[in-house]
């Protein structure tokens, strides 16, 4: 893959991921009988994924090391967060997407360090 191409690599698994755990709390938000229906802690999950879809879009396009930085921080908060909560909800699939979001900011820090490092000969 050419630099520019796997740098996005995981702003795109986090993005992925977060649309994935939107989904399934929009399911068990709005579904009968899946024990959060209409609940505060649900509807809570639903704004934080939708709001780490947002934070990795801006992460995609960022390209300033502090911002990128603070950004990663916030994403850290809001996917421990979120997984946190969706143990206490008995959502396990969101747990798990919360999981493949961590993958993918792990993979953009990797990624956007060894792109930016010089090449030594």
Request: with cysteine; charged share 5%; aromatic share 6%.
């Amino acid at each position: 893959m050419s630099p520019s191409r796997s740098q996005g690599l995981g702003a795109i698994v986090l993005l992925v991921a977060s649309l994935v755990g939107l989904a399934i709390a929009l399911y068990a938000y709005f579904a009968p009988l899946t024990g959060v229906t209409g609940t505060l802690g649900a509807l809570i999950v639903i704004l934080v994924n939708i709001a780490l879809a947002v934070g990795a879009l801006v992460l995609a396009a960022v390209n300033n090391r502090g911002v990128r930085i603070l950004l990663r921080i916030l994403i850290l908060l809001a996917l421990g967060g979120n997984f946190f909560a969706s143990l206490l909800l008995h959502q396990w699939w969101i747990c798990i997407a919360m999981v493949v979001g961590l993958v993918g900011l792990i993979l953009d820090m990797t990624r956007s360090n060894s792109a930016n490092r010089p090449a030594h000969s």
